[in-house]
């Protein structure tokens, strides 16, 4: 009799220790909820004012700001292509400061005024950013339709392609960029060989790579 009543006892202060431990961590987990909750309502607001902040600073940049930062005199341009170069400057802060939606924006009304392959590559470039693959790709081929495009669209347009899985395509692409020598593209064309099962073509690269550091 003695050994149940015990039993009983044990039994009952487990029961309301584990029910007053739920109990604390039922506080313990509706404490962090609202802490999380509080943390994450400020947040946004915070982040909704500094990127209104961010993009009003920057749509307020006039000519003379811009001329300020750069080594070219824009008054030598004609008025519609320094329109165009101040607006591709606004774009390209934009998309540095990763406000990649306005800066796509902005790069497209440029493209409505002057299609050139420098802001289908931008465009190209923020659209990646942004994970907009099929955009990116899109833009980046009609700028290098251009022709004789910039070496760093082609460096744009072969990363794009080796994280869709076009190995060679990029190959191709890094290797067209090599018209401005450098030894970081050598290391990605052997990287890329490499896991093509080319070795040699990839030993051949790495060599190159390493000429050029000395």
């Not at 800066?103 to 659209?127: C, F, H, P, V």
Request: glycine residues 6%; negative net charge.
């Amino acid at each position: 009799m003695k050994k149940t009543l015990f039993l009983l006892l044990c039994c009952t202060v487990f029961v309301i220790g584990c029910g007053k431990k739920q109990s604390e961590n039922a506080q313990d987990e509706n404490f962090s909820t609202t802490a999380k909750q509080e943390a994450s309502a400020d947040k946004p607001a915070d982040a909704v004012v500094d990127h209104s902040v961010a993009i009003a600073n920057i749509d307020n940049m006039t000519e003379e700001t811009v001329q300020k930062d750069i080594d070219v005199d824009l008054k030598t341009f004609p008025p519609k292509e320094r329109e165009v170069f101040v607006m591709g400057y606004k774009a390209d802060k934009k998309a540095d400061q990763q406000l990649y939606k306005e800066a796509i924006d902005d790069y497209t009304k440029i493209l409505a005024i002057q299609e050139n392959a420098w802001t289908y590559g931008r465009r190209g470039t923020a659209k990646k950013a942004s994970g907009d693959f099929e955009g990116a790709m899109a833009d980046f081929n009609k700028a290098v339709s251009f022709g004789n495009p910039v070496s760093w669209i082609y460096t744009e347009r072969a990363d794009l392609k080796a994280r869709l899985g076009d190995k060679q395509g990029a190959i191709a692409d890094y290797e067209s960029s090599l018209k401005d020598e450098e030894a970081w593209k050598y290391e990605k064309i052997a990287e890329l060989k490499r896991e093509l099962g080319d070795n040699a073509g990839a030993d051949a690269a790495i060599k190159k790579a390493n000429d050029l550091s000395k």
